[in-house]
């Protein structure tokens, strides 16, 4: 008898060899997405069942349903966080798109030493957020600060941030804008560059210049950048913490979810209510970024 | 023609302006760290040193706890610069090149986690550390010791697969023409070695993104340490130590004068490395940035 049946081992050793390249991409994939469901998938559902107990992490876990949630958006302090996370968002959102547009419209023109502006817009958002809000407590200072210096210089009593509530949330939408502005400088600069030439050659042609420019040729072809930008500042500045953190602590009308989430896991033991606002943070974020994605599609297929 | 030499005037007066306050904090702080003391509280808007006094930076420099911060910083970034890009080097062969099925599932499903927030990690994270089994004094169900926690482990473990960088190497594969593998086949190489010798030299660029923004991304990371490994100063990263520095200068009153300078100086000591790799390396950061805009 020459033909046998294959044996299983021959069956497998056929199988390998056939779909060679498959079997080496599940192995090399197979690590990786062990990895990946314990550190990156499993944490998130970890989360999320944790949102709906009661544990300070020490104590038996007990089942709370939605009692978390219902005080986070019932109880007037936990409002008061939420209120003011949107209020930095939308305030920080609005400084870093606006200004990050006007000066990659300044730098577009041709300036020389753009390298050299480039430089001193973007670096501040390589430095640590923790020193440099370390070092903020130093300028905002009452008397030897230098804001008080230059206020009183000019005539002009010096606010202090722990009685000064607009004060003290002004100093951490200044802060952030400063950290972050360069993001959206770079990605803007970035949009105008690649717009074709010949396009605004075209369009000057026609006429159009200045206001005319921006507003029928600019801004129509930078809208993906524009959402882009807006999306992604929008997560990063709903995510806000080390400045609200070493600034002001929370205080004086400033505190934040991030920070929120922070002392309610580790300062005050409130796991639960932690991982419930962790929870919305990820609802509320998640909404953003499929926003993103529609309006990304949407402007493609516009272009298309 | 007067018309236009008057706009280009105004724009570069709002840009240097403007850059001008942007610069300032870093600038104040710079020179505020080269003061004397007494010079530092003689000045108003702007530290005017009499003379340049080094000792702040010295005194900084020779401390044994910079060297320290310094080192598992460096200890730290390397770790997360090279599993990362290993990882993402491996998954952008596997999502681009072989054809199987449930590929673009599997990415698909990767890609998802570039849309979660940091913090949502953050807390089961830190459960997972302190009771993983068997280790830092706790028992088989992870009871009775604090796990991972203030070790090295809590800051080596999470975090090593970016969505975004193998997203990127995905990008930079799509652009390598197949001949090249063909070639390397024919000549007997395995897909391991095709990848070490023939795609790797060719996503130089978009590693050295990942190199430049990983090590900046560590440099920076002070949440991270300051829950998972607050308590062990021995293992504390540059931002978390230069943070916890600046802030104890600035509690100590006893010789009368809060030593501003000082704390200056450390800031600016911190801050420049990642301003020196930015000035050399400039162009990567701008693509990177670049990068994450236009094809996100």
Redesign the interface.
Known sequence: MDTYPLTRRERIAQYLAR?R??V???L??TP??I??FV??????L??LS?SFLDWN?FNEPAWAGLANYERFFTNPRYQQVLLMTVFFAVAILIVNTVLGFF?AL??N?Q?KGL??????????T??????????????IAPR?G?TS??LA?LGLESPIWQTNIDFARLIIVVFSV?RS???AM??FL??LQ?IPLDVIDAARVDGAAGWRMLRHITLPLLRP?TV??LV?GL?AA??V??PVY?ITNGKSGTNVM?LK??DD??QNGR?GM??AM??V??VV??WA?FLNLRLMGQTSAEQQ | MLRRRLGRTLLYIFLISTSLMMAYPLLFAFAAGLTGTEDYYQSTWFPAPTEIHLDKWAAFLGRDDLRLWVANTIFRAGWYVVIPAVISVLCGYVFTVPRFKGRDAVFMLMLASMMVPGIVYVLPTFIMLARWPLVGGNDIYGQGGHGFINTWGALLIPGLINAFYIFLMRQSYQSIPRDYEEAARVDGANTLQIIWNVYVPLLRPALTVLVIFQFVAVWNDYLNPLVFAGGNEAIAPVALGAQRFIFSTSQNTRAGLIDYPTMFAVATLVTLPIVILFLLLQRYFVQGVAGFGLKG
């Open positions: 779909n390249r498959a080496e991409a599940w090399i994939l990786i997405l990895y990946y550190f990156a998938v499993f944490p998130v970890a989360n944790v992490g000066i300044a730098l023109e300036v390298g050299i502006y480039r430089t001193l817009w973007y670096v501040p390589l430095t640590s957020a923790a020193v440099m809000a370390q070092i903020a407590t130093v300028f030897v230098v210096v230059v210089s400063w502005v360069g993001t770079l990605l970035a949009g690649s950048m882009f930008v992604t997560i709903f995510q913490f080390e070493l991030m989430i922070y896991a580790f796991f932690a991982a962790a929870t943070m990820l974020l998640l970024s």
